[in-house]
């Protein structure tokens, strides 16, 4: 079983559903990390107020501006993690930014697809490229045997809907062209990290939260936000090197790609 005290985290998309209550619970831990840094777009905003709420009773809690498709805001971004964390590496990235606009085979145009696979996608290839130095310091300076999220870990946040294999139990029910063309992308580059970064001894994993009651899940949905992360919290600290390069449910299950 995986084990190590988790240090730092970073969450995207943080202000709201799954990453807010994300940043709450890592807060809320027996032994929380020593920073997480939780981003959103606007975290001036109205709807980053109970984030901000948050940071004033969590010292440990740093929010960070980051528009994920935006190059420059992800470089500037990395750049105040690096300094915050004074020459530590990061421990773990959870890339939750994403959107699921109705899209159907006949209603989608090139913009449409394009914009869910920029948000979806390229926004996370970008954010971890940009923190990898971060995360192989994490992993390089970690005593750790195997992988963890306690040692280095990027976290992709996927769906069953992304699954091909799968595609047939529940395509009628949700159409989502765009969403699930660009989650099958993302567990693509799921896949391919868990290649590249394997040497560096970096945990990668793609994680179907569920059908979640948010903005994007809608109140139709199976699960409250506090029962999905609930679930998520307990993955992740069971993952290891058996889940690498995998796609896991919020209850630690495998699904096909």
């Known amino acids: 079983m995986a ?32 920073v997480v840094f939780a981003t959103c777009r606007d975290p001036e905003g109205a709807r980053a107020q109970e984030l901000r709420q948050l940071a004033s009773k969590h010292p440990n809690l740093a929010i960070l501006q980051l528009e ?13 993690v690096e300094a915050r964390l004074g020459g530590a590496g990061l421990n773990v990235v959870i890339n939750n930014a994403g959107v699921m606009p109705p899209c159907t085979l006949e209603s989608a145009t090139a913009k449409d697809m394009l914009d869910v696979y920029t948000i979806n996608l390229v926004g996370p290839m970008l954010v971890t490229k940009e923190l990898l130095p971060l995360l192989k310091k994490a992993a390089h300076g970690s005593n750790q045997k195997g992988m963890s999220c306690g040692k280095a870990a990027i976290i992709n946040m996927s769906t069953v809907l992304g699954s091909i ?11 989502v062209v765009s969403y699930r063309c660009s989650k099958a992308a993302l567990n693509m580059l799921t896949k391919c990290q868990s290649m590249g970064y394997k040497d560096d001894g970096i945990l990668c994993t793609a994680v179907h939260p569920g059908w979640v009651k948010t903005e994007l899940g809608s109140e139709q949905a199976d699960l409250t936000v506090e029962e999905s992360v609930s679930g998520i919290m307990k993955v992740l600290c069971n993952l290891s090197e058996k889940q690498h390069g995998v796609l896991v449910t919020w209850e630690g299950n495998v699904l096909p790609w």
């Open 3 to 34: 084990s190590g005290h988790i240090r730092s985290v970073l969450v995207t998309g943080s202000n709201r559903g799954i990453g807010l209550q994300l940043v709450k619970c890592f807060l809320e831990k027996p032994n929380p990390p020593q």
């Open 165 to 175: 294999e799968k595609t047939p139990e529940h395509y009628f029910a949700f159409p």
């Open 68 to 80: 994920t498709t935006d190059e420059a805001s992800v470089k500037a971004a990395a750049k105040k």
